[in-house]
């Protein structure tokens, strides 16, 4: 039996999850609302204020599908009580990071300026060297973070670049002139 698949899902107060046919999962809550088709293999049920996934039986792709299916819903339960954000630091002399409007300006050592349009559901922040993206849904707000740092990825001879807050950069040692 899947460890994660098994454990039921809390359904805080103030959410409202509707399962429709063909398992279309819809999460409204304080912050917005998801929707999402689930594998239609899985049973999703709810009871009161707990949802349980079981799957029909232990096929390979069904046991795969178990712990997936109850972590997604999960997610979107997160997303729709609490939200998700991402931290990214701008690292490097001259790079910077700037909002204007709806749209993130980047300064990263090219010959222009790199623009970026906030995708729908998504706001970020800039606040001394670090961007925060945050939204809803998790899949977006880590996609949108990695297309950010995509940029200009941090190097490990000088450190420079766009890397996530909690990322540790393995420095290495440069050229040595000759003796």
Do not use: F
Not at 6 to 31: C, F, L, Q, R, Y
Not at 156 to 163: E, L, Q, R, S
């Amino acid at each position: 039996m899947s460890r994660i698949g098994k454990m039921p899902i809390a359904v805080p107060a103030g959410v409202t999850v509707d399962i429709a046919e063909n398992n279309k999962v819809t999460v409204k809550g304080p912050k917005g609302e998801l929707s999402r088709v689930l594998a239609p293999e899985m049973e999703i049920t709810q009871e009161g204020a707990e949802i349980t996934v079981k799957r029909p039986n232990d096929l390979k792709r069904n046991k795969a599908l178990h712990g997936l299916t109850r972590t997604l819903l999960n997610n979107m339960i997160i997303g729709v009580t609490d939200g998700y954000t991402k931290t990214l630091e701008v690292n490097g002399v001259g790079y910077r990071a700037a909002k204007q409007g709806k749209k993130l300006v980047l300064n990263l050592g090219y010959s222009h300026p790199v623009e970026m349009e906030d995708p729908e559901g998504l706001e970020t922040k800039v606040e001394d060297n670090k961007i925060i993206v945050s939204g809803i849904d998790k899949e977006k707000v880590g996609q949108y973070a990695a297309e950010i740092r995509q940029k200009r990825a941090p190097e490990p001879y000088k450190g420079k670049g766009i890397k996530y807050d909690y990322e540790v950069i393995r420095r290495k040692v440069g050229k040595t002139g000759k003796k």
